[in-house]
């Protein structure tokens, strides 16, 4: 059987070259056809999707848009649907992920875009969301209106299922007309959700499109980032420094690079009774899509003096993700995965065999868990469940010690009473952390949130303001005036 990516309104599937390729995991294979578009396919596309946003998206009210998504998502979280089915099938066996992690993951994350989380989004970057369907009174006096571009293109990246959903939908909501690039690891769920969109509301299913090109092909690429108004993108900073240098000068660049994340436990959250817990919680994060989300912890800073020692909790960790290795085995490993991983973890018994550092997990383990007594800088692991655990006597030192990754950083997971998550949190935010979470969820970022500090729909937008002076000017050219 082969699965056809992408969503592409307007043009015959067999018109379109397709690159087939091969995933594979668990003792099964998936064949996979990308489309491969010719510049005057790709033109086209873009010209439609251009098209149907200025002629329908724009006339549509935004209860419409929030409706039809919150049914798409519906059908999604439904585990009797064809396509969910299909999601359960298909998403362990191209990305590596077991089975029960992409069945829970997928359910957690869809429930973030059903109709009550969607009016969060536009609650949080719209006092008004009336903006986004007509002009709206301003505080100052006049009138604003809210558009989003004609065009918006998304460049994504990773194989976390459904990830791409959550920009694919804020541009939804602005009414952009939306255009996605598959990523090549995990390239089906945006197009299934594109589709669902295109049955449940056929307009609006015309204003986007799902493509796939790969990476670094320049006459791929070139004709979807000369059209597009905004483009938001996804990968490493070289690639999006890369990426930056081939857009016109008014093209509105958003992009989002690799991050690195980290927990801060205080010691007034050590004792005999939360620690176990809060080891739970910790692992979770640690082995939940392992480690790939820019959201996930690498390093937890743990606080000296109270009832369990740093220690004894860096056991209470390594215990949790020896369970969970059981109920969710760990993906296979690329070879370059695999290289990354094993140099960390020769460093770290390097590290041991010195005394200088304490390390838990066996190297046939999927896991693995350091403590080190001497407080040190946050630095990245080998990923895939590999923890590292830094004593320090005072939660006051982490600033510091993540200070010189202040570009990098983005959420800390903290587990303290509310005066130190307050004061640490004002610490934390001068150095550049976005994002401050409870343990366990981490990578369960809220409806609504800042993404790298930035407005998940309000940096979509362009406002159009009717001044004060225009409107009352206006009354003197009004057939009432006496």
Same mark, same amino acid.
């Given at each position: 059987?082969?699965?056809?990516?992408?969503?592409?309104?307007?043009?015959?599937?067999?018109?379109?070259?397709?690159?087939?390729?091969?995933?594979?995991?668990?003792?099964?294979?998936?064949?996979?056809?990308?489309?491969?578009?010719?510049?005057?396919?790709?033109?086209?596309?873009?010209?439609?999707?251009?098209?149907?946003?200025?002629?329908?998206?724009?006339?549509?009210?935004?209860?419409?848009?929030?409706?039809?998504?919150?049914?798409?998502?519906?059908?999604?979280?439904?585990?009797?649907?064809?396509?969910?089915?299909?999601?359960?099938?298909?998403?362990?066996?191209?990305?590596?992920?077991?089975?029960?992690?992409?069945?829970?993951?997928?359910?957690?994350?869809?429930?973030?875009?059903?109709?009550?989380?969607?009016?969060?989004?536009?609650?949080?970057?719209?006092?008004?969301?009336?903006?986004?369907?007509?002009?709206?009174?301003?505080?100052?006096?006049?009138?604003?209106?809210?558009?989003?571009?004609?065009?918006?293109?998304?460049?994504?990246?990773?194989?976390?299922?459904?990830?791409?959903?959550?920009?694919?939908?804020?541009?939804?909501?602005?009414?952009?007309?939306?255009?996605?690039?598959?990523?090549?690891?995990?390239?089906?769920?945006?197009?299934?959700?594109?589709?669902?969109?295109?049955?449940?509301?056929?307009?609006?299913?015309?204003?986007?499109?799902?493509?796939?090109?790969? @990476?670094? +092909?320049?006459? #791929? !690429?070139?004709?979807?980032?000369? =059209?597009?108004?905004? &483009?938001?993108?996804?990968?490493?900073? $070289?690639?999006?420094?890369?990426?930056?240098?081939?857009?016109?000068?008014?093209?509105?660049?958003?992009?989002?690079?690799?991050?690195?994340?980290?927990?801060?436990?205080?010691?007034?959250?050590?004792?005999?009774?939360?620690?176990?817990?809060?080891?739970?919680?910790?692992?979770?994060?640690?082995?939940?899509?392992?480690?790939?989300?820019?959201?996930?912890?690498?390093?937890?800073?743990?606080?000296?003096?109270?009832?369990?020692?740093?220690?004894?909790?860096?056991?209470?960790?390594?215990?949790?993700?020896?369970?969970?290795?059981?109920?969710?085995?760990?993906?296979?490993?690329?070879?370059?995965?695999?290289?990354?991983?094993?140099?960390?973890?020769?460093?770290?018994?390097?590290?041991?065999?010195?005394? @200088?550092? +304490?390390?838990? #997990? !066996?190297?046939?383990?999927?896991? =693995?868990?350091?403590? &080190?007594?001497?407080?040190?800088?946050? $630095?990245?692991?080998?990923?895939?469940?590999?923890?590292?655990?830094?004593?320090?006597?005072?939660?006051?030192?982490?600033?510091?010690?993540?200070?010189?990754?202040?570009?990098?950083?983005?959420?800390?997971?903290?587990?303290?009473?509310?005066?130190?998550?307050?004061?640490?949190?004002?610490?934390?935010?001068?150095?550049?952390?976005?994002?401050?979470?409870?343990?366990?969820?981490?990578?369960?970022?809220?409806?609504?949130?800042?993404?790298?500090?930035?407005?998940?729909?309000?940096?979509?937008?362009?406002?159009?303001?009717?001044?004060?002076?225009?409107?009352?000017?206006?009354?003197?050219?009004?057939?009432?005036?006496?």
């Amino acid at each position: 059987m082969i699965e056809y990516a992408g969503h592409l309104p307007g043009l015959n599937r067999d018109d379109v070259r397709w690159r087939h390729v091969r995933h594979a995991a668990w003792g099964e294979t998936v064949e996979i056809a990308l489309p491969e578009l010719d510049e005057t396919q790709a033109q086209a596309l873009c010209e439609r999707v251009r098209a149907g946003a200025r002629a329908r998206l724009r006339r549509m009210e935004i209860a419409r848009i929030v409706a039809a998504i919150d049914a798409a998502v519906a059908r999604l979280l439904d585990r009797q649907h064809p396509l969910r089915r299909k999601a359960e099938d298909l998403l362990p066996v191209v990305t590596g992920y077991d089975r029960e992690t992409v069945r829970l993951g997928l359910t957690s994350y869809l429930k973030t875009f059903r109709k009550p989380q969607l009016l969060r989004f536009l609650a949080e970057d719209f006092p008004n969301p009336g903006v986004l369907d007509g002009f709206q009174p301003a505080t100052k006096g006049g009138f604003l209106r809210a558009q989003g571009p004609d065009l918006l293109l998304h460049i994504w990246a990773g194989n976390v299922p459904a990830l791409p959903l959550w920009s694919l939908i804020c541009g939804l909501l602005v009414k952009a007309g939306t255009v996605g690039k598959l990523a090549s690891a995990e390239p089906l769920m945006a197009g299934w959700f594109a589709s669902l969109i295109a049955e449940i509301d056929p307009e609006l299913g015309e204003c986007l499109a799902i493509v796939w090109w790969k @990476g670094g +092909e320049e006459a #791929g !690429e070139a004709t979807f980032l000369r =059209a597009a108004d905004t &483009v938001m993108a996804y990968g490493s900073n $070289a690639t999006l420094t890369a990426l930056r240098a081939k857009l016109p000068v008014t093209t509105r660049f958003l992009p989002h690079g690799h991050k690195i994340g980290f927990g801060v436990i205080a010691r007034a959250a050590l004792d005999s009774r939360k620690a176990m817990m809060l080891a739970r919680l910790a692992a979770h994060d640690v082995a939940r899509y392992e480690q790939q989300g820019c959201y996930s912890p690498q390093l937890l800073f743990v606080g000296r003096g109270g009832p369990v020692a740093p220690g004894e909790f860096a056991r209470y960790v390594a215990h949790e993700l020896a369970a969970l290795a059981h109920r969710h085995p760990r993906r296979g490993l690329s070879p370059e995965e695999a290289a990354s991983l094993a140099a960390w973890r020769g460093t770290q018994e390097l590290r041991a065999l010195d005394g @200088g550092a +304490e390390l838990f #997990g !066996e190297p046939a383990d999927p896991w =693995a868990v350091v403590h &080190v007594e001497t407080p040190e800088a946050l $630095a990245p692991t080998g990923l895939n469940r590999t923890l590292k655990l830094v004593s320090v006597d005072s939660l006051d030192a982490v600033p510091a010690l993540v200070a010189p990754y202040r570009t990098f950083l983005q959420t800390a997971g903290i587990a303290a009473p509310p005066t130190e998550l307050f004061r640490l949190a004002a610490q934390l935010g001068e150095v550049g952390v976005t994002r401050i979470a409870a343990l366990g969820r981490m990578t369960a970022p809220e409806a609504g949130w800042h993404h790298d500090g930035r407005f998940s729909l309000l940096d979509l937008v362009t406002m159009t303001e009717i001044e004060h002076s225009a409107e009352a000017a206006a009354e003197g050219f009004a057939p009432y005036v006496d």
